[in-house]
Protein backbone atom coordinates (compact mmCIF):
# COMPACT_ATOMS: atom_id res chain seq x y z
CA UNK A 1 0.00 0.00 0.00
CA UNK A 2 1.54 3.50 -0.92
CA UNK A 3 2.29 6.22 1.42
CA UNK A 4 -0.10 9.50 1.61
CA UNK A 5 1.16 12.11 -0.26
CA UNK A 6 1.25 13.96 3.00
CA UNK A 7 3.96 12.11 4.61
CA UNK A 8 7.84 11.55 3.76
CA UNK A 9 9.21 8.30 3.76
CA UNK A 10 10.11 8.09 7.30
CA UNK A 11 6.72 8.70 8.28
CA UNK A 12 6.93 12.25 9.56
CA UNK A 13 4.49 14.87 8.09
CA UNK A 14 5.60 17.35 5.38
CA UNK A 15 5.56 20.86 6.13
CA UNK A 16 3.65 22.99 4.00
CA UNK A 17 4.99 26.16 3.19
CA UNK A 18 2.59 28.89 3.81
CA UNK A 19 1.72 31.31 1.08
CA UNK A 20 2.99 34.98 1.60
CA UNK A 21 0.30 37.28 3.25
CA UNK A 22 -2.07 39.32 1.28
CA UNK A 23 -1.48 42.61 1.24
CA UNK A 24 -5.74 43.03 2.43
CA UNK A 25 -5.95 43.89 6.21
CA UNK A 26 -6.44 41.56 8.52
CA UNK A 27 -7.45 40.80 12.33
CA UNK A 28 -4.27 40.21 14.08
CA UNK A 29 -5.13 40.43 17.33
CA UNK A 30 -8.49 40.09 19.67
CA UNK A 31 -8.37 40.92 23.18
CA UNK A 32 -11.62 41.70 25.75
CA UNK A 33 -11.66 44.16 28.08
CA UNK A 34 -12.93 42.77 31.30
CA UNK A 35 -13.36 44.03 34.61
CA UNK A 36 -12.72 40.59 36.33
CA UNK A 37 -10.69 38.01 34.23
CA UNK A 38 -7.00 38.22 33.03
CA UNK A 39 -7.87 40.39 29.85
CA UNK A 40 -6.28 44.12 29.37
CA UNK A 41 -7.49 46.22 31.53
CA UNK A 42 -8.98 49.60 29.89
CA UNK A 43 -7.42 53.01 31.58
CA UNK A 44 -10.12 55.89 31.71
CA UNK A 45 -10.75 57.60 27.97
CA UNK A 46 -8.22 54.41 26.64
CA UNK A 47 -9.16 54.32 22.44
CA UNK A 48 -8.72 51.22 20.83
CA UNK A 49 -5.29 52.50 19.21
CA UNK A 50 -4.00 52.58 22.94
CA UNK A 51 -5.34 49.05 23.35
CA UNK A 52 -3.56 48.29 20.08
CA UNK A 53 0.17 49.43 21.81
CA UNK A 54 -1.12 47.29 24.85
CA UNK A 55 -1.13 44.31 22.90
CA UNK A 56 2.41 45.40 21.28
CA UNK A 57 4.43 47.99 19.83
CA UNK A 58 4.32 45.67 16.53
CA UNK A 59 0.64 45.20 16.66
CA UNK A 60 0.16 49.42 17.64
CA UNK A 61 2.47 50.49 14.57
CA UNK A 62 0.16 48.56 12.15
CA UNK A 63 -2.71 49.38 13.55
CA UNK A 64 -5.34 50.67 10.77
CA UNK A 65 -8.91 50.29 12.75
CA UNK A 66 -10.94 48.25 14.82
CA UNK A 67 -13.70 46.19 15.71
CA UNK A 68 -15.57 47.10 18.95
CA UNK A 69 -18.14 44.70 20.15
CA UNK A 70 -18.35 43.25 16.68
CA UNK A 71 -18.26 46.93 14.45
CA UNK A 72 -15.85 48.31 12.97
CA UNK A 73 -14.41 51.48 14.67
CA UNK A 74 -11.80 54.03 14.24
CA UNK A 75 -8.55 53.84 16.01
CA UNK A 76 -9.64 57.04 18.30
CA UNK A 77 -12.96 55.40 18.97
CA UNK A 78 -13.03 54.63 22.92
CA UNK A 79 -13.29 51.08 24.66
CA UNK A 80 -14.26 50.69 27.72
CA UNK A 81 -14.19 47.65 29.88
CA UNK A 82 -16.25 44.50 28.44
CA UNK A 83 -16.17 45.57 25.20
CA UNK A 84 -14.67 43.11 22.68
CA UNK A 85 -11.88 44.58 20.61
CA UNK A 86 -10.18 43.28 17.35
CA UNK A 87 -7.54 45.32 16.25
CA UNK A 88 -7.21 45.44 12.41
CA UNK A 89 -3.50 45.77 10.88
CA UNK A 90 -2.05 45.63 8.18
CA UNK A 91 1.63 44.54 7.27
CA UNK A 92 2.76 47.90 5.56
CA UNK A 93 0.98 50.13 7.75
CA UNK A 94 2.94 52.53 10.11
CA UNK A 95 2.01 55.41 12.80
CA UNK A 96 0.62 58.56 11.84
CA UNK A 97 1.16 62.29 13.08
CA UNK A 98 -2.62 62.66 13.82
CA UNK A 99 -2.29 59.75 16.28
CA UNK A 100 -0.63 61.55 18.86
CA UNK A 101 -4.08 63.47 19.06
CA UNK A 102 -6.08 61.04 20.11
CA UNK A 103 -3.68 58.23 21.78
CA UNK A 104 -3.97 58.50 25.78
CA UNK A 105 -1.73 56.23 27.42
CA UNK A 106 1.77 57.18 27.81
CA UNK A 107 3.02 53.44 26.60
CA UNK A 108 1.37 54.38 23.06
CA UNK A 109 2.08 57.81 22.63
CA UNK A 110 5.77 56.68 23.45
CA UNK A 111 6.10 54.20 20.38
CA UNK A 112 4.66 56.62 18.43
CA UNK A 113 6.88 59.31 19.00
CA UNK A 114 9.34 57.05 18.93
CA UNK A 115 8.55 55.40 15.23
CA UNK A 116 7.45 58.79 13.72
CA UNK A 117 10.78 60.46 15.01
CA UNK A 118 12.73 57.16 13.11
CA UNK A 119 11.03 57.82 9.93
CA UNK A 120 11.33 61.75 10.25
CA UNK A 121 15.42 60.65 10.26
CA UNK A 122 15.13 58.44 7.77
CA UNK A 123 13.62 60.24 5.29
CA UNK A 124 16.71 63.46 6.30
CA UNK A 125 19.38 60.63 5.68
CA UNK A 126 17.74 59.69 2.44
CA UNK A 127 17.33 63.87 1.15
CA UNK A 128 21.07 64.80 2.70
CA UNK A 129 22.22 61.26 0.53
CA UNK A 130 20.64 62.18 -2.95
CA UNK A 131 21.56 65.73 -2.50
CA UNK A 132 25.23 64.58 -2.06
CA UNK A 133 25.12 62.08 -4.63
CA UNK A 134 23.82 65.06 -7.28
CA UNK A 135 26.91 66.97 -6.10
CA UNK A 136 29.26 64.41 -6.43
CA UNK A 137 28.53 63.67 -10.05
CA UNK A 138 28.86 66.63 -11.32
CA UNK A 139 32.88 66.56 -9.77
CA UNK A 140 32.66 63.08 -10.97
CA UNK A 141 32.95 60.69 -8.20
CA UNK A 142 30.82 58.01 -7.51
CA UNK A 143 29.02 58.18 -3.87
CA UNK A 144 28.39 54.02 -4.18
CA UNK A 145 31.71 53.38 -4.82
CA UNK A 146 33.02 55.21 -1.88
CA UNK A 147 30.31 54.07 0.62
CA UNK A 148 31.53 50.33 -0.96
CA UNK A 149 35.50 51.42 0.19
CA UNK A 150 34.05 52.47 3.47
CA UNK A 151 35.20 56.69 2.61
CA UNK A 152 31.58 57.61 3.10
CA UNK A 153 32.03 55.82 6.49
CA UNK A 154 35.68 57.22 7.23
CA UNK A 155 34.43 61.15 6.30
CA UNK A 156 31.44 60.70 8.55
CA UNK A 157 33.54 59.42 11.31
CA UNK A 158 36.42 62.62 10.96
CA UNK A 159 33.12 65.04 11.17
CA UNK A 160 32.02 63.10 14.50
CA UNK A 161 29.47 61.39 13.23
CA UNK A 162 29.00 57.52 14.14
CA UNK A 163 26.91 56.51 11.35
CA UNK A 164 26.63 57.60 7.64
CA UNK A 165 23.37 58.54 8.17
CA UNK A 166 23.63 61.01 10.81
CA UNK A 167 25.82 62.79 8.48
CA UNK A 168 23.53 62.46 5.30
CA UNK A 169 20.83 63.72 8.16
CA UNK A 170 22.95 66.72 9.29
CA UNK A 171 23.19 67.23 5.30
CA UNK A 172 19.97 68.29 5.53
CA UNK A 173 19.25 70.07 8.44
CA UNK A 174 21.71 72.69 7.75
CA UNK A 175 24.52 71.29 10.77
CA UNK A 176 27.07 70.36 8.07
CA UNK A 177 27.80 72.53 4.84
CA UNK A 178 27.66 70.60 1.40
CA UNK A 179 30.83 72.11 0.33
CA UNK A 180 33.02 71.39 3.39
CA UNK A 181 31.58 67.67 2.42
CA UNK A 182 32.69 68.20 -1.27
CA UNK A 183 35.82 68.93 0.12
CA UNK A 184 36.67 66.06 2.29
CA UNK A 185 35.12 63.38 -0.28
CA UNK A 186 36.94 65.00 -3.46
CA UNK A 187 40.53 64.94 -1.35
CA UNK A 188 39.47 60.92 -0.73
Do not use: C, K
Amino acid sequence: MAEPAARLAVGRPVRRVPRPAPRRPRVRRRGRLHPVGRDRAAAPGATALDFAYALGPGTGDRSIGALVNGRLAPLSAEVRSGNVVEILTDPGGSPSEDWLGFATTAQARVHIGRRLARRRADEAAEAGRRRLVRALAGRRVDLLAAEAHGDSLAVARDLGYAEIDEMYAALTSGGLRLDDLLARFTRA
